[in-house]
């Protein structure tokens, strides 16, 4: 996997907020709880009473359920394990036609073109946290990605 691809899906990690926790966040369910089946995606919803939602985010890149069931099909993936997840993670990547711009270091462009995959870039639009896009540079850098 190229440099910038890793640094790119850190960055998405630190900026979901489950980068580092249970299993480098691989196992971190919408609101922090950990899950530890990986067979398949957990399922599980979670109220979030400050934004009046029930969520199913779970995983490194808080995949919703209904999406992941979509890409298990979609990318014949055999459970909800990391390697699983980072390929959902880049599919929705390059759905939003953002490969190249990561790859090359044209990281702002990635982050704007794929902020309706991840509700804490910026510009998301769901009523919740979003970061700077100053911030999730400096992570990117920080995770050892390269800019063009």
């Not at 489950?18 to 399922?43: A, C, E, M, Q, R």
């Not at 109220?47 to 999406?67: E, F, N, V």
Request: aromatic share 10%; hydrophobic share 40%; charged share 25%.
């Amino acid at each position: 996997m190229h440099k910038n691809m890793i640094a790119f899906l850190d960055m998405i990690a630190k900026s979901e907020g489950t980068y580092g926790k249970g299993d480098n966040g691989y196992n971190v369910i919408v609101g922090g709880d950990l899950f530890h089946d990986y067979s398949d995606h957990p399922h599980i919803a979670v109220d979030l009473p400050k934004l009046g939602i029930k969520s199913t985010a779970a995983g490194r890149y808080q995949i919703l359920g209904r999406y992941f069931d979509v890409y298990k099909k979609q990318l014949k993936l055999p459970d909800f394990g990391k390697e699983s997840q980072d390929k959902v993670a880049i599919q929705l990547i390059k759905e939003c036609k953002a490969l190249d711009d990561i790859e090359v270091g044209r990281i702002e462009s990635a982050i704007k073109k794929c902020a309706s995959r991840w509700a804490s870039f910026p510009s998301a639009g769901y009523g919740q946290r979003e970061h700077k896009i100053s911030t999730l540079i400096l992570a990117f850098e920080e995770f050892g990605g390269v800019l063009a």
